[in-house]
């Protein structure tokens, strides 16, 4: 009943920048907390960054003052702006998200996105 799909990976030098996008979508009532995620080969999934409905945020100290994300509670969209990317970014980024939804009765899910790939050259 609900999707989550990302946008904007892709490939680029260190030091430059990437926008990502995930919109959800389907039967939404509404979508509390938004967070990106990365998997690394070989390592475990590590939260990036995430933002509640009111709009507080928390990043992972690897990420402090170079990425930034933000929502549109209107597109039930999330967004993580990425600068002076490192090679070590280089990664599987997820979208997750808290969605209430309607199918015959209100449910509230966590959802994840397909991911999109990140990779930063040196």
């Known amino acids: 009943q609900v999707q989550l799909v990302e946008s904007g990976g892709g490939l680029v030098q260190a030091g430059g920048s990437l926008r990502l996008s995930c919109a959800a979508s389907g039967s939404i009532i509404s979508i509390g907390d938004m967070g990106w995620y990365r998997q690394a080969p070989g390592k475990q999934r590590e939260l990036v960054a995430r933002i509640g409905s009111g709009g507080r945020t928390n990043y992972a100290d690897s990420v402090k003052g170079r990425f930034t994300i933000s929502r549109d509670g209107a597109k039930y969209t999330v967004y993580l702006q990425m600068n002076y990317l490192k090679p070590e970014d280089t990664a599987v980024y997820y979208c997750?998200?808290?969605?209430?939804?309607?199918?015959?009765?209100?449910?509230?899910?966590?959802?994840w996105g397909q991911g999109t790939q990140v990779t930063v050259s040196s």
């Open positions: 997750n998200a808290d969605v209430t939804y309607y199918s015959g009765r209100y449910s509230t899910d966590n959802y």
